[in-house]
T-cell receptor, first 113, second 112 residues
Framework: KQEVTQIPAALSVPEGENLVLNCSFT??????LQWFRQDPGKGLTSLLLIQSSQREQTSGRLNASLDKSSGRSTLYIAASQPGDSATYLC????????????FGKGTLLTVNP | ETGVTQSPTHLIKTRGQQVTLRCSSQ?????VSWYQQALGQGPQFIFQYYREEENGRGNFPPRFSGLQFPNYSSELNVNALELDDSALYLC???????????FGEGSRLTVL
């Protein structure tokens, strides 16, 4: 059974800081891994998708890496802004389907002006 | 804007009642998944539909059931509601082999 842990659970930083969010998962037999952003009471917004054969993906100020063998992924956010404040969730897909995602509890990020 | 729309956005039910939640997937997407997100938790996989057939199920009892229609829209039905069913129910669609999921804004269910 896939289990996902995200560290830290919460993070508060000043605007402009670079930061790293960590995700670990127990079953390395994954199809891909997605990072999502969730604003309070809202749905999930897809940020980055990394296929199991890839090592990293980049989109603007975001960079996600994947080390499948060690069961780890990181999300790097450069030059953080107050608008980045949200909960960040990582979700590997496994269990016989590239659409069945297992989520961690997320990291609550607050970027202070 | 992902193109995945869910209704209703909020609803309140009492214990023992039944509820139907609806999802319109993004145009061209033939796979729909449903997730339950309790307060303070990450979403949990309920089930997935591909071309109108259930194609995977998480650890949820049979009173959680679903349908996918020929236009790929979907319904989630929950019978005999319990207090613990209070949660945000999220629908996600995908239509590519890449496996990227796009989520709707969710339906917030409160069971009293």
């Amino acid at each position: 059974k896939q289990e996902v842990t995200q560290i830290p659970a919460a993070l508060s930083v000043p605007e402009g800081e670079n930061l790293v969010l960590n995700c670990s998962f127990t079953d390395s037999a994954i199809y891909n891994l997605q990072w999502f952003r969730q604003d309070p009471g809202k749905g999930l917004t897809s940020l980055l998708l990394i296929q199991s054969s890839q090592r990293e993906q980049t989109s603007g100020r975001l960079n996600a890496s994947l080390d499948k063998s060690s069961g780890r992924s990181t999300l790097y956010i450069a030059a953080s802004q107050p608008g980045d404040s949200a909960t960040y969730l990582c979700a590997p897909s496994s269990g016989g389907s590239n659409y069945k995602l297992t989520f961690g509890k997320g990291t609550l990020l607050t970027v202070n002006p | 804007e992902t193109g995945v729309t869910q209704s209703p956005t909020h609803l309140i039910k009492t214990r023992g009642q039944q509820v139907t939640l609806r999802c319109s997937s993004q145009s061209g997407h033939n796979t729909v998944s449903w997730y339950q997100q309790a307060l303070g938790q990450g979403p949990q996989f309920i089930f997935q539909y591909y071309r109108e057939e259930e194609n995977g199920r998480g650890n949820f009892p049979p009173r959680f059931s679903g349908l996918q229609f020929p236009n790929y829209s979907s319904e989630l039905n929950v019978n005999a509601l319990e207090l613990d069913d209070s949660a945000l129910y999220l629908c996600a669609s995908s239509g590519t082999s890449v496996g990227e999921l796009f989520f709707g804004e969710g339906s917030r269910l409160t069971v009293l």
